[in-house]
């Protein structure tokens, strides 16, 4: 079973903070993808990491990948309003899932206010 | 370039009513997918398609078919809706290992 496990649940800060989420597994992934979902709207991929220790960033937003490939993280700088949303962590494979599709984490729901 | 196009948005059904969500892709995508999402359960794949005339169970299949005829389309039949049926449902598209595409969703109510 890869179980793809996200914390915080729950995030709300002031604008302009800093935050971490996570994304946790106790396998190996051969990648890792992350998604934010806005209300009413379907996920968008944000960025999908490959090789253990990556590091890509995308404007404020920083996305790691464990050098051991089973964990990743999503650090945001100097949050705002607009990054509000439900940032979702998905791998290929699962229980009972081909490895050629993706298991989704739970997400942690994002909430910045102004 | 409309990606992947769901319809109907909202639709609200009876039990034990049938019924087809559509999607189609215009990104000539082999993989299509259908995901459900309810609160504090993520996204919860149901079908899949590798190509057309390819389909095959994702972890929640009990109570919806699909097919794949063509490479565009990839319909979700709801057999004999029940009220644990309720939930958003997703279409999602990608070429081998890629970022899926998801269409904007179904929300979908059964009384």
């Not at chain 1, 998604?35 to 709207?41: A, D, L, W």
């Not at chain 2, 049926?85 to 290992?97: D, E, I, K, L, P």
């Amino acid at each position: 079973t890869q179980l793809l496990e996200q914390s915080p649940q729950f995030l709300s800060i002031q604008e302009g903070e800093n935050l971490t989420v996570y994304c946790n597994s106790s396998s190996v992934f051969s990648s890792l993808q992350w998604y934010r979902q806005e209300p009413g709207e379907g996920p968008v991929l944000l960025v999908t990491v490959v090789t253990g220790g990556e590091v890509k960033k995308l404007k404020r937003l920083t996305f790691q990948f464990g050098d051991a490939r089973k964990d990743s993280s999503l650090h945001i700088t100097a949050a705002q309003p607009g990054d509000t949303g439900l940032y979702l962590c998905a791998g290929p494979g699962g229980e009972r899932v081909s490895a050629r599709q993706l298991t989704f984490g739970s997400g942690t729901q994002l909430t910045v206010l102004p | 370039n409309a990606g992947v196009t769901q319809t109907p948005k909202f639709q609200v059904l009876k039990t034990g009513q049938s019924m087809t969500l559509q999607c189609a892709q215009d990104m000539n995508h082999e993989y299509m997918s259908w995901y459900r999402q309810d609160p504090g359960m993520g996204l919860r794949l149901i079908h899949y398609s590798v190509g057309a005339g390819i389909t095959d169970q994702g972890e929640v299949p009990n109570g919806y078919n699909v097919s794949r005829s063509t490479t565009e389309d990839f319909p979700l039949r709801l057999l004999s809706a029940a009220p644990s049926q309720t939930s958003v449902y997703f279409c999602a598209s990608s070429y081998w290992r890629g970022g899926y595409t998801f269409g904007s969703g179904t929300r979908l109510t059964v009384v």
